[in-house]
């Protein structure tokens, strides 16, 4: 009888047999030469063929190392070109701004292997400004209409905007690239539908096709932002790839973290945090632009980014603070008004100031604050409670024009039977009313067809010049600013296009 291990000693013989076989065929120059293995040479070795394992120290060079898209050569990429080279002062800017987030871009990029082009795209949108508005209302560095903004779930309330928070609306950015890249499978077609809406791009496209016309991003019939909207990207790219070029110097980005992410437990005031981490109010919140109150609210907000060594610093000093007695860390909280209230009721029941509730929350004068509204209040008893999730999720703010009492005059006239007793109980008035404002006798008689005045107070609504018609704070109509890209028209169905004329 065999023994039960003679199977896999042989194959184990029959692998160790061609596993020598294969050495003795194959040497470093190639699979056809014979003789033994020869180690590397150091010509070889500065060939140039050999990966550094060094990452690069510069982060335009890692940049640089990560284009993949073609490259697109036009009239207006020249235009642009010869538009940006001429002002290094706008680069100079521009690129300095970027240093605080370009390296988290370019690292989310590479995780999702795509092309590092597009970590030069808040350039076009936004000049890199976290907090650039555009008129038709898109925010943020990636300029993120409201409703594509809900639709990649960046939350959007009087407490906060995700759009123009430095980590979520990368991410929604990127994700929307992505889908983009996947419906049209071309990155100049999916940067013309992330200005210019999908839909739009689509339609464009199936005109192109009914007309057997090309369907590249050059052959389509775009409006003029979007048909420069690649060719300023193409041109920035050039510029980074080849400054000398343009007679342009860019500025020192090394090719490590800015900032560091920092978990917030508690409710804590924006100016407290850059004081525990030693930084500027300009600096904290050019890192931290989502925030729109002056208060974290740590149920909704759970993070905040600060300088990476300023992190370190942060948290030594949180820790010192809370080792003490009673460490206050927030001033302010959120108070919800549980009726239609004047401002003054409001002042009552929360013993903050007229000029500390107008001042944070932003309330135009005449104005009353609606039942279910959330106002920003100072943190006094019994209100030192963090905010709940919910509250900061969903908090809203919306006014309504205060009301005075205004006397209007009704002319009624006797028909047969009435008497003052009985006009009286029709119109929800005493019948001394009547005779006094009738300048009658307590038992006058009337005549039929006699006209009779009635006096009545009712609510008129006092309407401020500032405020106009019904104002809701989540809706107000914000200033516009400068950016680098016009607003796009908003694409009809489906997603909602990032922005909108």
Not at 38 to 56: F, I
Not at 91 to 115: G, Q
Not at 239 to 248: G, L, Q, S
């Amino acid at each position: 009888m065999r023994p039960p291990c003679m199977p896999t000693l042989r194959l184990f013989l029959v692998l160790f047999s061609l596993w020598l076989a294969g050495c003795a065929a194959t040497t470093p120059s190639g699979p056809q030469a014979s003789g033994p293995l020869k180690p590397l040479s150091q010509s070889s070795l500065a060939s140039g063929k050999v990966a550094s394992l060094e990452p690069p120290q510069d982060l335009w060079e890692r940049i640089r190392s990560g284009f993949a898209m073609p490259d697109l050569e036009s009239d207006k990429v020249t235009d642009r070109e010869q538009w940006y080279s001429s002002r290094p002062d706008y680069i100079l800017r521009m690129t300095e701004r970027s240093k605080k987030y370009l390296f988290h871009i370019v690292e989310e990029l590479e995780k999702r292997n795509m092309p590092t082009e597009l970590a030069l795209l808040p350039y076009i949108e936004s000049a890199f400004n976290p907090q650039a508005v555009s008129s038709a209302k898109a925010a943020g560095m990636w300029q993120f209409m409201p409703a594509t903004g809900t639709y990649f779930d960046l939350q959007q309330n009087m407490l906060r905007d995700d759009r123009r928070d430095v980590l979520a609306s990368t991410r929604a950015a990127l994700d929307y690239l992505e889908k983009l890249h996947a419906m049209f499978g071309d990155w100049h077609l999916a940067l013309a539908a992330y200005n210019w809406g999908e839909g739009s791009v689509s339609r464009a496209i199936k005109r192109n096709e009914k007309a057997q016309l090309g369907t590249s991003y050059t052959d389509l019939t775009m409006p003029a932002e979007t048909q420069f909207y690649v060719p300023k990207l193409q041109a920035v790219k050039n510029i980074i790839a080849n400054p000398e070029a343009f007679d342009t110097e860019l500025p020192v980005i090394e090719n490590h973290p800015f900032f560091d992410v920092v978990e917030i437990q508690h409710d804590m005031d924006a100016q407290v945090a850059a004081e525990l981490a030693d930084v500027s109010m300009d600096d904290f919140k050019a890192l931290n632009p989502s925030l729109k109150k002056p208060v974290i609210f740590a149920a909704a907000t759970q993070k905040i980014l600060l300088p990476w060594d300023n992190a370190k610093v942060f948290k030594q000093n949180l820790q010192e603070l809370k080792s003490g007695k009673n460490p206050k860390l927030a001033s302010w909280t959120v108070w919800k008004a549980p009726k239609t209230m004047r401002l003054a009721d409001v002042m009552a029941q929360t013993g903050a100031s007229e000029a500390q509730l107008r001042e944070v929350n932003d309330i135009p004068p005449r104005m009353m604050i609606k039942a279910g509204s959330a106002l920003i209040v100072p943190r006094l008893e019994p209100h030192t409670q963090d905010v709940p999730q919910q509250l900061a999720n969903n908090a809203r703010l919306e006014f309504t024009p205060e009301y005075s009492l205004v006397t209007k005059r009704k002319a009624i006239r006797v028909q047969r039977g009435d008497t003052l007793s009985s006009l009286a109980k029709r119109h929800n008035v005493s019948a001394h009313q009547l005779t006094s404002w009738n300048k009658l006798p307590a038992n006058a008689g009337l005549r039929i067809g006699q006209t009779l005045s009635i006096y009545t107070e009712v609510q008129q609504a006092i309407r401020s010049q500032a405020s106009g018609k019904r104002t809701t704070a989540n809706n107000k109509k914000a200033a516009p600013a400068k950016r680098v890209a016009q607003a796009a028209p908003q694409k009809r169905g489906g997603t909602p296009a990032k922005r909108k004329r």
